[in-house]
C-alpha cells in the first residue's frame, strides 16, 4: 500500500512548520477546540495519537493526565521537533506509519488522530486495525479533512467566483467518485484520498464501532469576520469533521 511521506520534503516540512507556528492556524483556532471537547476522560488511560506530528496533542493529552502517551508518525522531521519541543515523562514517540500499526503489540484505553487520516488509502483497513487495538469499552476520537473539502480534484477552481474573484460557492461536481487526489498544495502532486460521508460512516460501522458523535467544523462567526481574509472562505463549507467511535 502506498505510503506518502511529504512532511519529509523540506519545502513541504518548512511551509507546514510557519503556518503550525502561526497565531491563527486552523488547527489550534478550529480543530483543537472541537475534537478536545469530544475527548472522554483522560486521567489514568493509555493513548496513542496516530499521526501526532510535532507533538502539540500528545502533550495536551500528557498534561491532562494521561497516564501514557505514545505519538506515532512516519515523518523523521516531524518527530524530530516532538522530540523536541513536546517532551513529558509520559510520553513517547516512534516513527511508524499508521499502515504498520498492526505490527504495535499494545491496547489503548483511547486512540486519537488529529488532520492524518486523509492520508490513508485503506480507510476500512484502519478502522478495524484500531478497533483491533482498543480495550473494551476504548474510544476513538478523530478528525479529518472533511468530504467537501476532500472532494476538490485540482482540475478545476475549487469556488465558483464573482468578477472580482470572490468565493461565491464550492465546486462539488465530483464528489461521488471516490480515491486519491493529487493536487496542488505547497508543493506539486500533493495527495490526499477523498471520500464520501457514507463511505466513512459505514467503514467505521463495519469496523464494529459505535458512533457516539459526529461534528463538523464551523467557525464562530465574530471570528470569521474579523479575519475574513484568514477564514472569509468557509462560511457555508466545513473544512474538517469529526468522529467519536466507541467499542
Ligand atoms: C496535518 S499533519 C497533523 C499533525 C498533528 N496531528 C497535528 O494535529 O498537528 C498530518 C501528519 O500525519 C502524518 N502522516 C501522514 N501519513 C502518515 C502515515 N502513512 N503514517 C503515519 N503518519 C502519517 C504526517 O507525517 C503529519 O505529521
Known sequence: MAKQNIYDNDIFYENFKNIRASELNYNDVIETPIITAMLPELKGKNILDIGCGMGQH???????????????????????????????????YRKMAFEDLNQLDEKFDVITSSLAFDYVEDFGMLMKTIHNMLNENGVCVFSMSHPISTAYDGIYDRYTRTETGEQLYANLHNYGKEGVRHIHWVVDNYEVYHRMFSTLVNEIVSAGFIIEECQESKLPEEFRQEHSDLFGGIIHQPAFIFFRCRK
Do not use: C, F
Not at 58 to 65: D, V
Not at 67 to 91: C, P, W
Open 58 to 92: 500528545a502533550m495536551q493529552y500528557a498534561k491532562s493526565g494521561a497516564l501514557y502517551v505514545l505519538g506515532i508518525d512516519i515523518s523523521e522531521k516531524m518527530l524530530k521537533y516532538a522530540r523536541e519541543n513536546n517532551i513529558a515523562d509520559n510520553i513517547a
